[in-house]
């Protein structure tokens, strides 16, 4: 049986600290991450460790990302 590491975040409109939560992602080391809230202050550490990503980050609270380290496509279907 084939397993993953799921993470899901709210990262509260840019106050989540980028370094922490890079910090967060490498201690856990999840396969698959959903963030809501996502702001531009934390979108490049998500970035800079997944290869596989759909990250849409704002300030108005409707920030979105979805990544992954497996191969992945993200949209609508």
Same mark, same amino acid.
């Given at each position: 049986?084939? &397993? ?13 600290? !980028?370094?922490e939560f890079g910090k967060l992602?490498?201690?856990?080391? !999840? ?5 809501? *809230?996502?702001? !531009?202050?934390?979108? !490049? *550490? ?21 990544? &992954? ?9």
């Amino acid at each position: 049986m084939t &397993s993953i590491r799921v993470l899901t975040a709210n990262l509260f409109n840019g106050r989540a600290h !980028p370094l922490e939560f890079g910090k967060l992602l490498d201690r856990a080391r !999840p396969d698959l991450i959903a963030v809501q *809230e996502l702001a !531009p202050n934390v979108a !490049p *550490e998500i970035a800079r460790r997944f290869r596989f990503r759909d990250l849409d980050a704002r300030l108005d609270h409707l920030g979105l990302g979805i990544a &992954s380290r497996l191969p992945a496509t993200f949209g609508v279907v």
